[in-house]
């Protein structure tokens, strides 16, 4: 775009933004003829998808702001109404990120002003609890301002429909098309209010529904460090493991308050290097029997336990193995599920259960979706176990689960891994992990990924690679995606890039088989070096 036009398009957006403090920001860029950053931010818009919107806040079109939210709830209130929504309710909630009041607040204002009707919770609130408020008020849909784990600079918009389940293609594609037609601003009626702030009874409602997750008498004995990890946690998950007997969580004072600069971590997701540091310095103080994390919006959960004399996070995929054995030893009926790019343990237990299973494409939007769901998981911490209650993920009863499974194993003097050791015998040991590769430059993504389709790889760690698939093709089972998974004797290589970062992702698998307990150690052996070996030679396959 030549620099007159780009600058006169800076100028008709700053002559409608409604915030001032990106009108200042955008004003003071024109003024001192920044134009690569202006071309950075009117060098496209963000794209709304299945994840809805996520990116750096600022002005213009490639950022999240103010006018870029309006269009988005003005884009999703006109699909609403083209599919018979005319006067249904839309429940908005929002983190504690930086905007995410205003963002809500405004998406209150377009559904009211298009005839909707709007709630908006009333105060920054986990996730799931939103998710269960669509359900629970019987709402046509429902929006969660958050960007979840992604950096302080970053917000974002994630849509749900009336099923309590987010957004899945064609209706992403639909909505999309309707942001694309708000062609001003002027155009998008706001009013000044006339939408309901709710009050704690939804809350209220979702704690009581936390306690239909564990059986009454279940041992609550185990106790937890708990880090919120600056988010929106905290007060909710206190509420609900004191309605549920189990001891107060030791805090992690410094990450236990919402603060949207997330001071102590570079990234604030339990599984950046570094995260729980703090976590595992206040396990090492109190000896807990567990360590409990969730994100900022508190849709996932993590976990660490001791091993040996130090601390230790459990892989997401190990999480969903305990949490899946824990179900079944409880007598749970119905389908486990879990995305494709999760350990295949998961099938292992449910079909020694005799329990229906199966794989889906990655994220909640589609493990949701599972006809008769009664479980669910995928390995980037993302558990769900109540799907009656939240139809996506929940970081809260997640976390209740696996402190009464710790409690349970703490009466019968063992751990939760020796559980974990005793499903390696019974199933062969699963071992994951993940070659994650941030990029500032998106060609790097789309170069790996070009490379890989054009000359694929025959063998990885010394193993002949025995099926290549091409998933944008599509599977019997999947629906078309960006990503491509290589079956190897005894191993798995999935790659895909991200949905909601800028990263390039490599899942990995070796499932090696176990006599007995005692085989163990050289069996974890084998397969750190089978894993070593299959993150260098796909890294070089990729050219990454």
Same mark, same amino acid.
């Given at each position: 775009?030549?620099?007159?036009?780009?600058?006169?398009?800076?100028? $008709?957006?700053?002559?409608?933004?409604?915030?001032?403090?990106?009108?200042?920001?955008?004003?003071?860029?024109?003024?001192?003829?920044?134009?690569?950053?202006?071309?950075?931010?009117?060098?496209?818009?963000?794209?709304?998808?299945?994840?809805?919107?996520?990116?750096?806040?600022?002005?213009?079109?490639?950022?999240?702001?103010?006018?870029?939210?309006?269009?988005?709830?003005?884009?999703? $209130?006109?699909?609403?109404?083209?599919?018979?929504?005319?006067?249904?309710?839309?429940?908005?909630?929002?983190? $504690?990120?930086?905007?995410?009041?205003?963002?809500?607040?405004?998406?209150?204002?377009?559904?009211?002003?298009?005839?909707?009707?709007?709630?908006?919770?009333?105060?920054?609130?986990?996730?799931?609890?939103?998710?269960?408020?669509?359900?629970?008020?019987?709402?046509?849909?429902?929006?969660?301002?958050?960007?979840?784990?992604?950096?302080?600079?970053?917000?974002?918009?994630?849509?749900?429909?009336?099923?309590?389940?987010?957004?899945?293609?064609?209706?992403?594609?639909?909505?999309?098309?309707?942001?694309?037609?708000?062609?001003?601003?002027?155009?998008?009626?706001?009013?000044?209010?006339?939408?309901?702030?709710?009050?704690?009874?939804?809350?209220?409602?979702?704690?009581?529904?936390?306690?239909?997750?564990?059986?009454?008498?279940?041992?609550?004995?185990?106790?937890?460090? #708990?880090?919120?990890?600056?988010?929106?946690?905290?007060?909710?998950?206190?509420?609900?493991?004191?309605?549920?007997?189990?001891?107060?969580?030791?805090?992690?004072?410094?990450?236990?308050?919402?603060?949207?600069?997330?001071?102590?971590?570079?990234?604030?997701?339990?599984?950046?290097?570094?995260?729980?540091?703090?976590?595992?310095?206040?396990?090492?103080?109190?000896?807990?029997?567990?360590?409990?994390?969730?994100?900022?919006?508190?849709?996932?959960?993590?976990?660490?336990?001791?091993?040996?004399?130090?601390?230790?996070?459990?892989?997401?995929?190990?999480?969903?193995?305990?949490?899946?054995?824990?179900?079944?030893?409880?007598?749970?009926?119905?389908?486990?599920?879990?995305?494709?790019?999760?350990?295949?343990?998961?099938?292992?237990?449910?079909?020694?259960?005799?329990?229906?299973?199966?794989?889906?494409?990655?994220?909640?939007?589609?493990?949701?979706?599972?006809?008769?769901?009664?479980?669910?998981?995928?390995?980037?911490?993302?558990?769900?176990?109540?799907?009656?209650?939240?139809?996506?993920?929940?970081?809260?009863?997640?976390?209740?689960?696996?402190?009464?499974?710790?409690?349970?194993?703490?009466?019968?003097?063992?751990?939760?891994?020796?559980?974990?050791?005793?499903?390696?015998?019974?199933?062969?040991?699963?071992?994951?992990?993940?070659?994650?590769?941030?990029?500032?430059?998106?060609?790097?993504?789309?170069?790996?990924?070009?490379?890989?389709?054009?000359?694929?790889?025959?063998?990885?760690?010394?193993?002949?690679?025995?099926?290549?698939?091409?998933?944008?093709?599509?599977?019997?089972?999947?629906?078309?995606?960006?990503?491509?998974? #290589?079956?190897?004797?005894?191993?798995?290589?999935?790659?895909?890039?991200?949905?909601?970062?800028?990263?390039?992702?490599? #899942?990995?698998?070796?499932?090696?088989?176990?006599?007995?307990?005692?085989?163990?150690?050289?069996?974890?052996?084998?397969?750190?070096?089978?894993?070593?070996?299959?993150?260098?030679?796909?890294?070089? $396959?990729?050219?990454?």
């Amino acid at each position: 775009m030549q620099d007159d036009a780009l600058i006169a398009q800076a100028q $008709a957006w700053l002559a409608e933004d409604p915030d001032p403090d990106t009108r200042e920001e955008l004003a003071r860029l024109i003024d001192t003829g920044d134009h690569a950053e202006i071309a950075a931010r009117f060098g496209g818009t963000l794209q709304f998808g299945t994840a809805g919107l996520r990116g750096e806040l600022g002005a213009g079109p490639m950022r999240m702001n103010r006018s870029v939210v309006i269009r988005a709830a003005a884009g999703l $209130a006109a699909y609403l109404r083209k599919n018979g929504h005319t006067d249904g309710l839309v429940v908005i909630g929002y983190d $504690a990120r930086h905007k995410s009041r205003d963002f809500a607040e405004d998406t209150a204002a377009v559904m009211t002003g298009a005839g909707l009707r709007a709630a908006v919770l009333n105060r920054p609130l986990p996730t799931p609890v939103l998710a269960f408020a669509i359900r629970h008020l019987g709402a046509v849909a429902g929006v969660e301002v958050t960007a979840s784990h992604n950096p302080p600079r970053d917000n974002g918009y994630k849509v749900y429909l009336g099923d309590g389940s987010q957004i899945v293609p064609p209706a992403d594609a639909e909505i999309a098309a309707e942001i694309g037609a708000v062609a001003s601003l002027t155009t998008v009626p706001r009013p000044a209010g006339g939408w309901e702030t709710l009050d704690d009874t939804v809350l209220d409602a979702y704690l009581a529904r936390t306690d239909a997750v564990l059986p009454k008498g279940s041992p609550r004995t185990a106790r937890t460090v #708990y880090t919120a990890m600056h988010g929106v946690g905290k007060d909710v998950l206190l509420a609900a493991f004191e309605r549920a007997g189990f001891p107060q969580p030791v805090l992690v004072a410094e990450q236990a308050d919402p603060d949207p600069e997330f001071p102590t971590v570079a990234f604030p997701n339990p599984e950046e290097p570094g995260a729980m540091d703090l976590a595992f310095a206040k396990a090492r103080e109190t000896d807990p029997d567990l360590v409990i994390a969730n994100d900022p919006d508190a849709d996932r959960c993590a976990a660490a336990v001791k091993d040996g004399t130090d601390w230790r996070m459990l892989r997401g995929d190990e999480v969903g193995a305990l949490l899946a054995a824990h179900l079944v030893r409880r007598g749970a009926t119905g389908t486990f599920a879990e995305s494709i790019v999760s350990s295949s343990l998961l099938g292992r237990i449910a079909e020694k259960a005799g329990l229906p299973y199966e794989e889906t494409l990655t994220g909640f939007k589609w493990i949701a979706r599972v006809e008769g769901l009664r479980y669910g998981y995928e390995e980037a911490l993302g558990y769900c176990v109540d799907p009656d209650g939240v139809r996506d993920k929940d970081g809260i009863t997640a976390a209740l689960l696996l402190t009464e499974l710790a409690s349970e194993l703490k009466a019968e003097g063992r751990t939760l891994l020796d559980l974990l050791d005793d499903l390696a015998v019974e199933h062969g040991l699963h071992v994951t992990d993940q070659l994650s590769v941030r990029v500032e430059d998106l060609s790097v993504i789309t170069g790996a990924m070009r490379r890989l389709r054009e000359r694929p790889p025959t063998r990885l760690a010394a193993l002949p690679i025995t099926r290549a698939e091409d998933l944008a093709r599509g599977t019997d089972a999947l629906p078309p995606t960006d990503g491509l998974r #290589y079956a190897l004797d005894g191993a798995r290589v999935i790659v895909r890039p991200s949905g909601t970062e800028p990263k390039l992702k490599c #899942y990995l698998e070796v499932v090696v088989p176990v006599g007995t307990h005692a085989d163990l150690p050289a069996a974890r052996a084998r397969a750190a070096g089978l894993l070593a070996a299959l993150k260098g030679d796909f890294a070089a $396959a990729a050219g990454l």
